[in-house]
């Protein structure tokens, strides 16, 4: 891939989450290793360290806060989300305004999130060409687009009949109508409106995504087919960047010793993101599993995630007793290492899409735990399409964890699901080397960037 001598600067905009922010940072250093300069145009609320910032060698800029994070209770996620759209036009155009004066008129290209649609107001203003960047896989955003031309009276009246929640849609094989990811955004109808906001391309000139067409070569045609933009899949971007990207959390690396001490493939790690949250009973049902299992295992057990309860005090003695001898709890760990050392066998997950590639990229099978609409229909894929993982469904109780764990760690099946995550991650890690179908789809976006 050949640079350009002279820099031109790519200005980034995150939405101000963990999953999100992560993988735009990994884009940021994969686009800064072929030569270009990075600016992100960070929200307040994207608490990006200063340490983060350095290493990573970015310039950054703040965007003026528009709308309170507290609204996001009263409005809910969808509502939310599109009047802090409407909202951030006017100050993302300042800040662009200002970049521009100071740096000279050396922006090459807006990187946006998809949420933050926003930036195409100021990308059309001062002619600026803008990219989308979608973190989710490419089958959530072909599920945006079907959900962004239905009818939500219709849809709801739909799915009460069984036949029609489980019929796949036309040319989407294996995806029906019940994966549609409709869960945990509140009201139907807020939701398709914003499916309908997010989907519109509006100027922007390409579509990335964080994924490999290994994984997801249907989505990726249909969307091709569908948006009539160019579509760039260059994941894992963690590979491709050579990057673990920031962590908005302190990460704990005490627990890498602890595994330096256990058996090869023998420990079961359990992660369930930065965001989601269990009730008491759920979490005590998991560590009774966990224990009765006698597998070793790491739990990142992040602050504030089990309802009112601060951290593991709300563990009883005898379970606190047992998790000393047979487990290892950290409030957040270095991800990216865990999973990739040779004592860890399998990955407890929320399935998020991150979570996802780093755990296929490590040849890791999963027990899948999804907690909301997009990581339901990821654990789906897990489990029925590539087939390297359980799907943990209704209420969580001990003696399922127990039974899930023995049959990732210790069973026939286990080994089988093993097999054919390294088959993936083999074909993962084929396609971000010279020739393979991400290093092209990188190369090609370079050479659109230095055209456009």
């Known amino acids: 891939m050949e640079k350009r001598a002279e820099k031109r600067r790519i200005v980034l905009v995150p939405v101000a989450a963990q999953g999100h922010v992560t993988p735009m940072m990994q884009l940021g250093k994969a686009l800064q290793l072929q030569g270009f300069s990075i600016t992100v145009a960070q929200r307040q609320l994207t608490q990006i360290s200063s340490s983060s910032q350095h290493f990573l060698g970015f310039d950054y800029v703040t965007i003026p806060e528009s709308l309170p994070q507290s609204e996001s209770k009263k409005l809910g996620p969808a509502e939310y989300l599109m009047k802090l759209n409407k909202t951030s036009e ?34 059309k203003e001062f002619k600026l060409p803008s990219v989308i ?49 409709t869960s945990g955004f509140g009201p139907l109808e807020p939701l398709l409106e914003m499916c309908r906001e997010v989907v519109n391309k509006r100027t922007a000139s390409a579509i990335i995504f964080n994924t490999a067409s290994c994984l997801e070569s249907l989505s990726l045609s249909w969307l091709q087919q569908e948006l009539g933009i160019p579509v760039y899949a260059l994941g894992p971007l963690h590979i491709t960047a050579s990057s673990p990207g920031p962590s908005l959390l302190q990460e704990g690396r005490s627990c890498v010793e602890w595994l330096n001490k256990q058996k090869p493939r023998s420990v079961i790690y359990i992660c369930l993101g930065s965001k989601a949250h269990m009730e008491t009973m759920e979490m005590l049902e998991m560590a009774w599993g966990l224990c009765n299992s006698n597998q070793p295992f790491l739990w990142v057990f992040r602050p504030g995630s089990v309802a009112g309860s601060e951290w593991i005090e709300s563990l009883p003695e005898e379970i606190s007793k047992m998790v000393k001898d047979r487990g290892y709890i950290v409030k957040w760990a270095p991800q990216i290492e865990v999973l990739g050392h040779p004592a860890v066998g399998g990955f407890w997950s929320h399935c998020g899409w991150n979570s996802t590639l780093e755990s296929i990229v490590e040849g890791v099978p999963m027990i899948c735990r999804p907690f909301q609409g997009e990581q339901k229909l ?9 087939r390297i993982g359980i799907l943990l469904q209704g209420e969580v109780e001990r003696g399922g964890v127990e039974r899930a764990v023995k049959r990732l760690i210790m069973d026939e099946e286990g080994a089988g699901m093993r097999e054919r995550a390294v088959d993936l991650k083999d074909k993962l890690k084929a396609s971000v080397r010279s020739g393979g179908s991400s290093y092209n789809a990188l190369d090609e976006l370079i050479k659109f960037l230095n055209t456009e």
Not at 139 to 160: G, H, P, R
Not at 378 to 386: G, K, L, R, T
């Open 90 to 123: 006017e100050g993302f155009k300042d800040c662009i305004s200002q970049l521009l004066m100071q740096q000279g008129n050396d922006i090459a290209c807006i990187i946006y999130d998809k949420l933050m649609y926003f930036c195409e107001a100021a990308a």
């Open 133 to 181: 960047f979608s973190t989710s896989s490419a089958t959530i955003q072909v599920c945006y687009c079907v959900l962004s031309k239905l009818n939500a009276e219709k849809f709801l009246i739909d799915m009460k009949d069984p036949e029609m929640q489980d019929k796949v849609m036309e040319g989407l094989h294996p995806l029906r109508y019940k994966d549609l990811p």
């Open 378 to 386: 990821n654990a789906m894929y897990i489990e029925s399409v590539w």
